[in-house]
């Protein structure tokens, strides 16, 4: 009896010293953002390396490659050997770039392996807190009456929100005029001076804390649904019909990588995403988990790339 008990006491310790000997010589699994730290992308990536880290038992770390609306990281990610060791953390600029930008040094399709989708944000329209209107029908009635004397603050060219406002112009038949930031910060302090922009579609966990502060005027969310964080608020829908906008985030492998390492993979990143942990602080900021297998996640890429083009070729939407 107690041999066989010291037997399997040492058994266990040398298979964890195999374990931990094999942690130490794998290399790090690096995550490529292409965003400024502290930002939704890296925040989430961030998160999600930690929990991977533990799963896969080994280094994950976050590198940032911010830059031309995201492409800077993918080029780095779509030329890395697809062992499943470089990945990419991108977002909603990935299929659109697809068509926004007249040439690109990768296929936003083709040069990648979509592992799935780890958050969607919907936004929110909001105005400096004088504008001359309180809700979407008389915002829609005062640019129509005055057409290119509105502005929209854009916290990135080729965003999601960028293309938000450009949807909302097709649907509304109204002539806003774009002002370019470079980052949603800059753009949003505009908008609190109530002196320089009039109108921004921002995310939800941007504005959320200024709501009801009086701080800036809320005129509806860009989801199908009310969102309980942003209580009595209506949706945009309800004011134009069919009008839906939100973010994605999701991570990427370059093409062609073995399903063996997609399906490890895509195994670590689902614990991080479905943990309570996760699911409470994506619901704290109006955001959601979907639930998406690699082959869904590689539909949906597709899917997005004609959405989006299609909303880029009919706003004529433009880069600087």
């Known amino acids: 009896m107690k041999l066989n008990r010291r037997w399997t006491l040492g058994a266990i310790a040398a298979l964890a010293l195999v374990q931990t000997v094999a942690a130490q010589k794998a290399p790090p699994l690096t995550i490529v953002v292409g965003a400024t730290p502290g930002g939704s992308t890296d925040t989430l990536a961030r998160v999600i390396a930690q929990s991977m880290g533990t799963t896969l038992n080994r280094t994950v770390i976050v590198e940032n490659k911010p830059g031309a609306g995201g492409n800077i990281a993918a080029q780095h990610v779509a030329k890395s050997e697809p062992n499943g060791n470089t990945l990419l953390m991108s977002f909603t600029s990935h299929t659109i770039n697809a068509t926004l930008f007249k040439k690109l ?14 958050a969607q944000v919907p936004s929110v329209l909001v105005a400096r807190k004088n504008a001359p209107f309180d809700d979407v029908k008389g915002l829609i009635d005062y640019a129509k009456k005055n057409p290119g004397k509105l502005t929209f603050a854009l916290g990135g060219q080729g965003s999601s929100l960028h293309l938000a406002g450009e949807q909302f112009k097709l649907a509304t038949g109204t002539d806003i005029v774009n002002i370019p930031y470079k980052g949603t910060g800059p753009a949003l302090n505009d908008l609190l001076s109530a002196s ?27 989801s199908p649904k009310p969102l309980a964080q942003f209580e009595g608020l209506p949706t945009i829908a309800q004011t134009v ?55 869904q996640f590689a539909d949906f890429i597709r899917k997005d790339v004609d959405l989006w083009g299609d909303i880029v070729k009919k706003s004529g939407a433009t880069v600087e």
């Open 105 to 118: 040094p990768f296929d936003p399709v083709a040069d990648f392996t979509p592992i799935t989708m780890v």
């Open 196 to 222: 320089t922009v009039d109108l921004m579609f921002a995310s939800t966990i941007n504005v959320l804390p200024h709501y009801k502060s009086g701080s800036m005027k809320f005129l509806g969310v860009s």
């Open 241 to 295: 019909p069919g009008y839906h906008s939100q973010a994605w985030f999701g991570l990427f492998g370059p093409a062609k990588m073995p399903k063996a390492v997609v399906d490890t993979l895509y195994g670590a990143i689902k614990k991080a995403i479905d943990s309570p942990e996760y699911r409470k602080r994506m619901e704290s900021e109006a955001a959601t988990v979907p639930n998406m297998t690699p082959a």
